[in-house]
C-alpha cells in the first residue's frame, strides 16, 4: 500500500469525487426517488456494483490510502454543502424529487407509477406491509422524496400542509383534506 499522493493525483481524487457526486444527484434526479425505495436483490446487486465503479473511479488505478481518505473528506464535504443548501425551497426543489401521490380514494394512479417507475406489484407489497386489506381502505399513498411509502387509510381527514409538496394531491377529494 501507498501512502502518498502527488498534488496532481490529490486534484485528481477531488475533481473525480466532485464529478461523480454530481452526476450522481443528476442521475438520481433523472430516475427518481424510486432509485433507493424497495430493493430487490437486482437493485442491491446494482448498488454494490455502482459503489464499486465510483470508488474505483475516484481513487484512480493506484489506490492509496492518502486518496482515500481525501475522497472519503471530499463526499462528506459535499454532503454538508448540499445538505446546507437544500435548506433553500427553491434549490431544494430543483435538486430533489417532489413527493407524489400513488393512490387516490382506493384508486391507483396509474401515470404516476410510470413516471416513479414503479409496477403495481411494488404498490401492492407496500399497501400489504402497511396492513391494508383492501384498496378501499386507502385514502391516500404517497411515494416520498427519500423512496419511502406513506399510506395514509381512510377515515381521518388530512390537513392541506401536510399535502402542500405533493404532486397530484389535487386528486384527493375534498372530503379528505380539510384544515
Not at 45 to 65: C, E, N, Q, S
Request: proline share 2%.
Amino acid at each position: 500500500m501507498r501512502w502518498g499522493l502527488g498534488w496532481w493525483d490529490a486534484v485528481t481524487v477531488v475533481g473525480s469525487t466532485i464529478g461523480l457526486y454530481v452526476a450522481f444527484l443528476i442521475m438520481l434526479r433523472i430516475v427518481g426517488q424510486r432509485a433507493f425505495a424497495m430493493m430487490s436483490s437486482f437493485d442491491l446487486a446494482a448498488t454494490v456494483a455502482f459503489g464499486a465503479v465510483m470508488g474505483r473511479a475516484v481513487l484512480g488505478y493506484t489506490p492509496t490510502l492518502t486518496a482515500g481518505l481525501l475522497g472519503m473528506g471530499t463526499l462528506l464535504i459535499l454532503q454538508a454543502l448540499f445538505g446546507a443548501v437544500r435548506r433553500n425551497r427553491r434549490v431544494a426543489a430543483a435538486i430533489t424529487n417532489q413527493p407524489i401521490l400513488l393512490m387516490a380514494d382506493g384508486a391507483v394512479l396509474h401515470d404516476h407509477l410510470r413516471v416513479t417507475h414503479m409496477v403495481e406489484d411494488e404498490l401492492r407489497q407496500q399497501l400489504r406491509l402497511a396492513g391494508i386489506h383492501r384498496y378501499d381502505e386507502v385514502t391516500a399513498v404517497i411515494l416520498e422524496r427519500t423512496g419511502s411509502v406513506s399510506v395514509l387509510r381512510r377515515g381521518e381527514t388530512i390537513a392541506p400542509e401536510l399535502l402542500s409538496d405533493v404532486r397530484g394531491s389535487d386528486l384527493l377529494a375534498a372530503r379528505h383534506v380539510r384544515p
